[in-house]
C-alpha cells in the first residue's frame, strides 16, 4: 500500500517568514499534485510535478519533484495573509493511472 | 472556469437508508471520480469511471455501493444501507483525459447518518 506522509500538519507563522511543507514516501509515483483546499469546499489543483527533479514556480510558491520521485516540497517565500489554509499533496501510484494517494494536509495560518 | 457540480450541499439521512450524491461533471469530461473525506482524516479514493464503466476502485467502495452514469450529464454514486461509518465529505471530480490533466473538484456533499 502506498503511502504519503505530509509534514507538518500545522503550522502557523508570521507574515513575511518563508515555510516549506513536504510530502515523502517509500514508494515511488508517477506524478504528484498540490491542491489548496478551502473550508466546505473541493481541493483545487495549485500543480502537478511529473520528471523527478522537477521544479515549478508558481509565484511565490515553489514546488519541488524529488530525484527519485518519492518525494516533494512545497516553499512559500514571503507568506502572506491570503496564503492561509489547507495543503494537500497527491500522488499517482506508479501502478494506477486512476487513483491518487493522499497526504494528510498541512493547515497553514499566516498572520498578519 | 467550467465547474463541477454536486446536490445536495448537505445530506442527513437515518442509518440503513439508501442515499444518491449527484454530479454533474464538466461537459467534455471523459474520466470521472469519487473521492471521500471523514472529517479530520485524509482524502480517500473510492472509484474511477471511464466509457461507462468502473476502471477502478478501491477497498471502500464494496458492494454497498454503486455509480452511474444515467444520461450524458449526470453521475451518481448511490449507497444503498448507509452506515454511521460512512458519514463524511464526498467529492465528485472529472478530468478532460488521461493522468496529468487538471482534476477538477466539486464542492462535494456533506453526508450525515444518525
Known amino acids: 500500500t502506498q503511502l504519503l506522509e505530509q509534514s507538518p500538519q500545522f503550522l502557523s507563522i508570521q507574515e513575511g517568514e518563508n515555510l516549506t511543507v513536504y510530502c515523502n514516501s517509500s514508494?515511488?509515483?508517477?506524478?504528484l499534485q498540490w491542491y489548496r483546499q478551502e473550508p466546505g469546499e473541493g481541493p483545487v489543483l495549485l500543480v502537478t510535478?511529473?520528471?523527478g527533479g522537477e521544479v515549478k514556480k508558481l509565484k511565490r510558491l515553489t514546488f519541488q519533484f524529488g530525484d527519485a520521485r518519492k518525494d516533494s516540497s512545497l516553499h512559500i517565500t514571503a507568506a502572506q495573509p491570503g496564503d492561509t489554509g489547507l495543503y494537500l499533496c497527491?500522488?499517482?501510484?506508479?501502478?494506477?493511472?486512476?487513483?491518487?494517494?493522499w497526504g494528510a494536509g498541512t493547515k497553514l495560518i499566516i498572520k498578519p | 472556469e467550467p465547474e463541477v457540480t454536486q446536490t445536495p450541499s448537505h445530506q442527513v439521512t437515518q442509518m440503513g437508508q439508501e442515499v444518491i450524491l449527484r454530479c454533474v461533471p464538466i461537459?467534455?469530461?471523459?474520466?470521472f471520480y469519487w473521492y471521500r473525506q471523514i472529517l479530520g482524516q485524509k482524502v480517500e479514493f473510492l472509484v474511477s469511471?471511464?466509457?461507462?464503466?468502473?476502471?477502478?476502485k478501491s477497498e471502500i467502495f464494496d458492494d454497498q455501493f454503486s455509480v452511474e452514469r444515467p444520461d450524458g450529464s449526470n453521475f451518481t454514486l448511490k449507497i444503498r444501507s448507509t452506515k454511521l461509518e460512512d458519514s463524511a465529505m464526498y467529492f465528485c471530480?472529472?478530468?478532460?483525459?488521461?493522468?496529468?490533466?487538471?482534476?477538477?473538484f466539486g464542492s462535494g456533499t456533506q453526508l450525515s447518518v444518525l
Open positions: 497527491a500522488g499517482a501510484g506508479a501502478d494506477s493511472n486512476y487513483q491518487l494517494i
Open positions: 514508494s515511488v509515483f508517477s506524478s
Open positions: 510535478v511529473v520528471t
Open positions: 461537459s467534455n469530461h471523459l474520466y
Open positions: 469511471f471511464y466509457n461507462n464503466e468502473i476502471s477502478e
Open positions: 471530480a472529472s478530468r478532460k483525459r488521461e493522468l496529468g490533466e487538471k482534476l477538477f
